[in-house]
C-alpha cells in the first residue's frame, strides 16, 4: 500500500508526465490481480489515445473499460472528490463541494493528477476559494450554477493564484457590471477558455470585455445572454477557434457579419435557426461546425 501511495504521488507531482503513469500500469501488472491487470490496461490505453487520437480502436477499448469500471477505481476519490473526466488513465476533472475544498484541498489535490475542478455550493465561499494558494495548482475550474452575485465575483480581481489559469466557467451566475473586468484579465494572462454563459452580460459589459482579452484565448461561449447585433459586433476579428452566442438575440446578418470577420474559427454555436437559415450558414461556412443546439444543452 505504501507503494501505492508513493507512486500515485509522483503522479500527481507531475500531472504533464506520462512516465510515473506507465510505472504505475506496470506496477499494476507486477501485481496481477484480475482488476489490476484491467486498470493498467486502461492507463495503457488512454495515454496511447492521447499520443495518436486516430486510435479509435484503442479508444472504444478504453471507453468500455471505463464504462464497466470507473465506480470501483473512482472510490478512493469519495467522499471528498466526485470524478468527472479521466485522462491518460486518472481522473484530472471532478467536482469538489467548496467547503470541503477550503478545509482539506491538500488531501483533496493528492488523490489524483486534478486538473480541473468544478466547485459545489460556492455561494458564500468564493472569495475564499480565490485566495486558496492551491487554486495555484488546477489548469481551470469552474462555479457554473453557484448563485454567485457581482460582488462575489469581485474577488477575481484580487486573487495572486490565478497566473497559469487556462480556463474558467462563470455560467449561470449573475456577472453584472464587472466594473473589475481590467483587474481580472491582468491576473489571468494564461486564459485560453472562458464561459459566460447566461450571466446576464449585456452590450456594454462585453465592449470593455473585448479590450481585455489577450491573443491567447481560443474558446469563448456567451450563450444566452443580453446581446445586441451591436453588441457582438466587438468580436469581429477576434482570434478564436470556438465561439458561443446562441439564446441572444441576433439576425442572420449579424451571424453572417460575424462568420466572415473570424478566419480561425472552427466551431460556433448559433442555438435553434429557421432550415433556410440553417441551409444557407451550412453551405456558406463548410469549414465550420456550426452547433445549433440550446444553451441548456451546453449547460448541461
Given at each position: 500500500?505504501?507503494?501505492?501511495?508513493?507512486?500515485?504521488?509522483?503522479?500527481?507531482?507531475?500531472?504533464?508526465?506520462?512516465?510515473?503513469?506507465?510505472?504505475y500500469a506496470d506496477w499494476l501488472l507486477d501485481r496481477g490481480e484480475p482488476n489490476d491487470l484491467l486498470r493498467a490496461e486502461f492507463i495503457r490505453l488512454q495515454i496511447d489515445h492521447?499520443?495518436?487520437?486516430?486510435?479509435?480502436?484503442?479508444?472504444?477499448?478504453?471507453?468500455?473499460?471505463?464504462?464497466?469500471?470507473?465506480?470501483?477505481?473512482?472510490?478512493?476519490?469519495?467522499?471528498?472528490?466526485?470524478?468527472?473526466?479521466?485522462?491518460?488513465?486518472?481522473?484530472?476533472?471532478?467536482?469538489?463541494?467548496?467547503?470541503?475544498?477550503?478545509?482539506?484541498?491538500?488531501?483533496?489535490?493528492?488523490?489524483?493528477?486534478?486538473?480541473?475542478?468544478?466547485?459545489?455550493?460556492?455561494?458564500?465561499?468564493?472569495?475564499?476559494?480565490?485566495?486558496?494558494?492551491?487554486?495555484?495548482?488546477?489548469?481551470?475550474?469552474?462555479?457554473?450554477?453557484?448563485?454567485?452575485?457581482?460582488?462575489?465575483?469581485?474577488?477575481?480581481?484580487?486573487?495572486?493564484?490565478?497566473?497559469?489559469?487556462?480556463?474558467?466557467?462563470?455560467?449561470?451566475?449573475?456577472?453584472?457590471?464587472?466594473?473589475?473586468?481590467?483587474?481580472?484579465?491582468?491576473?489571468?494572462?494564461?486564459?485560453?477558455?472562458?464561459?459566460?454563459?447566461?450571466?446576464?452580460?449585456?452590450?456594454?459589459?462585453?465592449?470593455?470585455?473585448?479590450?481585455?482579452?489577450?491573443?491567447?484565448?481560443?474558446?469563448?461561449?456567451?450563450?444566452?445572454?443580453?446581446?445586441?447585433?451591436?453588441?457582438?459586433?466587438?468580436?469581429?476579428?477576434?482570434?478564436?477557434?470556438?465561439?458561443?452566442?446562441?439564446?441572444?438575440?441576433?439576425?442572420?446578418?449579424?451571424?453572417?457579419?460575424?462568420?466572415?470577420?473570424?478566419?480561425?474559427?472552427?466551431?460556433?454555436?448559433?442555438?435553434?435557426?429557421?432550415?433556410?437559415?440553417?441551409?444557407?450558414?451550412?453551405?456558406?461556412?463548410?469549414?465550420?461546425?456550426?452547433?445549433?443546439?440550446?444553451?441548456?444543452?451546453?449547460?448541461?
Amino acid at each position: 500500500m505504501n507503494e501505492d501511495i508513493g507512486l500515485l504521488a509522483d503522479i500527481v507531482e507531475n500531472p504533464l508526465d506520462d512516465t510515473p503513469r506507465l510505472i504505475y500500469a506496470d506496477w499494476l501488472l507486477d501485481r496481477g490481480e484480475p482488476n489490476d491487470l484491467l486498470r493498467a490496461e486502461f492507463i495503457r490505453l488512454q495515454i496511447d489515445h492521447a499520443r495518436r487520437p486516430g486510435d479509435v480502436k484503442s479508444l472504444r477499448r478504453a471507453n468500455r473499460l471505463l464504462a464497466n469500471n470507473a465506480r470501483r477505481w473512482s472510490r478512493g476519490l469519495k467522499p471528498l472528490l466526485r470524478a468527472s473526466v479521466w485522462r491518460r488513465g486518472f481522473v484530472e476533472a471532478a467536482s469538489v463541494n467548496a467547503v470541503d475544498f477550503l478545509e482539506l484541498a491538500q488531501e483533496a489535490l493528492s488523490l489524483a493528477p486534478i486538473r480541473f475542478l468544478h466547485f459545489r455550493k460556492p455561494a458564500g465561499y468564493f472569495s475564499s476559494i480565490c485566495h486558496c494558494p492551491h487554486l495555484a495548482r488546477l489548469d481551470g475550474f469552474s462555479v457554473q450554477g453557484g448563485n454567485l452575485q457581482p460582488q462575489d465575483l469581485e474577488s477575481l480581481g484580487t486573487s495572486p493564484f490565478l497566473e497559469t489559469l487556462q480556463i474558467l466557467h462563470l455560467d449561470a451566475n449573475r456577472l453584472g457590471a464587472a466594473r473589475r473586468l481590467r483587474d481580472w484579465f491582468r491576473r489571468m494572462p494564461a486564459l485560453t477558455t472562458l464561459s459566460l454563459q447566461n450571466v446576464q452580460l449585456d452590450d456594454a459589459t462585453l465592449s470593455r470585455l473585448a479590450h481585455f482579452l489577450t491573443p491567447r484565448l481560443r474558446h469563448l461561449y456567451l450563450g444566452c445572454n443580453q446581446l445586441s447585433d451591436a453588441g457582438i459586433s466587438v468580436l469581429h476579428g477576434l482570434d478564436v477557434a470556438a465561439l458561443g452566442i446562441g439564446g441572444n438575440p441576433l439576425s442572420p446578418d449579424a451571424i453572417n457579419r460575424l462568420l466572415e470577420s473570424l478566419p480561425h474559427l472552427k466551431w460556433l454555436q448559433v442555438g435553434p435557426q429557421p432550415p433556410s437559415l440553417r441551409e444557407q450558414l451550412c453551405k456558406d461556412y463548410p469549414h465550420v461546425q456550426l452547433d445549433f443546439r440550446l444553451c441548456a444543452e451546453l449547460l448541461q
